[in-house]
């Protein structure tokens, strides 16, 4: 007897991902439906798929939701519509005046380390000054794509290095947590529950006193200590855009200042 194929699944209609925005974000219809300026009635029609929202409505929804240009463009897809938000290369032409910017911010950080990343933290980017940072860890995650959040907390990587993993680990684990809920990415809750798998334990980020989480970092010249910062382009309206981040990483103290400052 020969077996039944299986069924695949239907796609998830526009409403359905609608709600599950609104109930990632934790709003109520009513809530919704007044920021957004459309009925309650009407919103519950559209979740239901009773009603076939317009793009404009998708559109609204999806601001007063925070989804990422790469998500709205599945809602419009999934309600029947063309996506709206381009995603161009980093290399195409229309992105030549980003690409300047950031290489120029990259180059202005010099001598302290600043790395360009994607939304998965694959390293697009970097300044000459990242090396202080990678130099020791296997040759295979240092292999584009780079994954900066796997070469920091690998074994294999940054991690024997790092004076105070269990806190730094604390640090970027939770951080890509709340990432991979406030985007709903599998790829970003794939790549935390593989972090998370690595050796170095975790401890509390409740220190008084404390202004930011330092990484300290063992290098041959003595132990660095950096804080760091993160930089977006504002009002994005390609998906590749706002999906860059600069990751920029300052002396914690001027022992660390001074050590880069000298090469």
């Not at 039944?4 to 109520?28: I, T």
């Not at 290369?89 to 030549?96: R, T, Y």
């Not at 972090?195 to 010249?221: E, F």
Request: no cysteine; aromatic share 6%; hydrophobic share 45%.
């Amino acid at each position: 007897m020969s077996a039944v194929p299986a069924v695949p699944a239907p796609a998830p209609r526009a409403g359905e991902l609608l709600r599950e925005w609104r109930q990632r974000r934790r709003m109520s219809q009513l809530d919704l439906a007044i920021e957004a300026g459309i009925s309650a009635r009407h919103l519950s029609f559209v979740e239901t798929g009773r009603s076939r929202p317009t793009p404009n409505v998708i559109i609204r929804l999806s601001e007063h939701l925070g989804v990422p240009l790469r998500e709205r463009n599945t809602l419009l897809l999934a309600g029947g519509y063309a996506p709206v938000y381009p995603e161009h290369g980093l290399d195409e032409p229309e992105l030549a005046a980003v690409r300047a910017a950031l290489r120029q911010v990259l180059a202005r950080h010099e001598p302290y380390p600043a790395v360009v990343v994607n939304r998965w933290w694959e390293m697009i980017d970097a300044n000459a000054s990242v090396a202080a940072l990678t130099a020791g860890a296997a040759a295979w995650l240092l292999e584009p794509p780079v994954n900066v959040l796997r070469l920091s907390l690998h074994p294999d990587g940054m991690a024997p290095r790092i004076a105070n993993l269990a806190e730094w680990r604390a640090h970027v684990l939770a951080r890509l947590s709340h990432q991979a809920a406030k985007t709903g990415d599998s790829r970003l809750a794939a790549l935390h529950s593989e972090l998370l798998g690595y050796p170095g334990g975790l401890a509390s980020l409740a220190a008084p006193g404390d202004v930011v989480v330092p990484l300290r970092y063992r290098s041959v010249g003595g132990e660095l200590s950096f804080f760091s910062m993160t930089a977006v382009v504002s009002t994005p309206m390609d998906v590749t855009v706002e999906e860059l981040a600069i990751e920029s990483f300052y002396p914690a103290d001027e022992p660390t200042a001074a050590a880069l400052r000298a090469g």
